[in-house]
């Protein structure tokens, strides 16, 4: 069952009224009403982790927009489709045929919602006054309604239509001649449907496996002495627990006589890990622990999938020259080390082009799927032997051997060597050519 949260201005609470009852099948629907913007923080923040996405008003979404830049759950918003605001702008010119539109103030049309189309219907001399350049500020409701008065009081506007639902009783009370427009029950019942049916997708991702492989570094001169062997063992046990508890994301934690393995979701894992930038439980043992671990993540469709990926990546941890976690998902996607410069991104699945390209150059097929992560990472066909090398966890002299190789085969050439001091070799800068065309 999908849980929703609507943020919704008090005053608009009746237009959801039969909604609840019509997704009640498929999804719980959370009414968070609000007075004013500013209480939308807090109630976005307070049922954060109660809910599986929100549903906010367009006020409401561009407001939490400018104070955060982007959200932390799935966010969606309340839309009149241009079919229904079409639909409200010919009812009213059918009772009100003597309605000039140029003189009707509309406070919902800006260029941020392409002025829902209405460019392409009216004609110039047509064309209604539309929002001006509000900032979206806790006193927006106190700037719009300033404005549908101006306007009205000198006599500008015959008609003012509003989304905003905090305004209209100001506005009946000042003798106003006004039309409120929500996204009608049916509306919102489609939008709401679509939302659940992306959600259940995303849940269905997110409750794929996930298994943390945790081993302890420097294994054979602790094994030398079996009790500082098991002391170690007792200490990591100790932090992973303490971990869970901390983060309040329960796992489950087997012990084997070489390792540890964390049996959790790709949606825990997702948060254990920032979203698969940084790994938080490695920041942690490394405070709390006096000897290194060595962690790697995998994801899969089945325990035994994402076992493997989870030994693969821990594999990796080990044999980096960066200490770091690594992550292999269930589509063979690779990313580490995490919070590390050097982290890439890139595909342990060899495709036809890589292949060919390996053949044509003598570079293992992984050598080369490194090569075009570092590319894509840096977003440009240009590197030096320096960079490859910090990248690649390798050194300089392997980096220059895989460059010379790739120029030789014709697939890098050498575009200028830079010189950075008076002094010294200058270095060479390879331009390459690694793609599908």
């Known amino acids: 069952m999908i849980r929703l949260g609507a943020i919704i201005a008090q005053h608009s609470l009746k237009e959801l009224a039969t909604v ?17 913007l500013p209480e939308t923080v807090e109630l976005y923040r307070t049922n954060e982790q109660l809910v599986d996405g929100f549903v906010l008003t367009e006020l409401a979404y561009w407001y939490l927009t400018e104070q955060w830049g ?37 406070d919902f049309l800006s260029a941020q919602n392409g002025y829902l189309g209405i460019r ?17 500020s806790d006193r927006i409701h106190e700037e719009v309604l300033y404005e549908h008065l101006r ?35 049916d509306s919102v019942v489609q939008q709401f449907e679509y939302i659940i049916s992306e959600l259940s997708a995303v849940k269905m991702a997110e409750s794929r496996i996930a298994i943390g492989h945790v081993t302890m570094g420097e294994m054979d001169t602790a094994k030398e002495n079996l009790n500082e062997w098991e002391l170690r063992q007792m200490l990591l046990h100790k932090s992973l627990l303490e971990f869970s ?38 920041s942690y043992l490394e405070k709390t622990l006096p000897f290194p671990v060595h962690i790697g993540w995998g994801v899969g469709n089945s325990m035994y999938k994402a076992r493997l990926n989870a030994q693969s990546a821990n594999s990796m941890s080990a044999s980096s020259k960066t200490m770091g976690t690594f992550v292999i998902t269930d589509s063979d996607q690779i990313i580490g080390p995490l919070g590390d410069e050097s982290c890439l991104t890139y595909r342990n699945r060899v495709n036809e082009f890589v292949q060919r390209k390996s053949e044509e150059t003598d570079l293992s097929t992984l050598q080369l799927q490194k090569i075009m ?19 690649l966890g390798i050194t300089v002299r392997s980096a220059n051997r895989m460059l010379n190789q790739l120029e030789e085969k014709g697939v890098a050439t050498i575009l200028y060597k830079k010189q950075e001091k008076l002094r010294g070799r200058p270095k060479k800068i390879y331009q390459i050519r690694l793609t599908d065309a």
Not at 156 to 183: A, C, Q, W
Not at 373 to 390: D, P, Q
């Open 20 to 36: 609840p009852a019509r997704v009640a099948e498929n999804c719980e629907v959370v009414l968070l009403p609000y007075h004013r």
């Open 70 to 106: 982007s959200f932390p759950a799935p966010t969606y918003t309340f839309q009149i489709s241009e079919h229904e605001f079409y639909k409200k702008l010919f009812q009213l010119s059918l009772q009100r045929r003597d309605l000039d539109f140029s003189r009707v103030y509309i």
């Open 120 to 136: 392409d219907v009216l004609p110039e001399e047509a064309w209604p006054i539309t929002v001006s350049s509000f900032r979206i």
């Open 151 to 185: 306007l009205w009081e000198a006599g500008k506007i015959d008609m003012s239509l509003t989304r905003m639902s905090n305004i209209v009783e100001e506005l009946t009370e000042r003798g106003v001649p006004h039309l409120y427009l929500f996204p009608s029950p």
């Open 245 to 282: 508890t901390e983060q309040k994301v329960p796992f489950i934690i087997q012990k084997s006589p070489a390792s540890f393995e964390i049996i959790s979701s790709f949606k825990d894992l997702k948060a254990l890990t920032d979203n698969l930038t940084q790994c938080l439980l490695l």
């Open 373 to 391: 992560a570092v590319l894509a990472k840096t977003e440009r066909n240009e590197v030096t032997a320096e960079e490859l090398a910090f990248h």
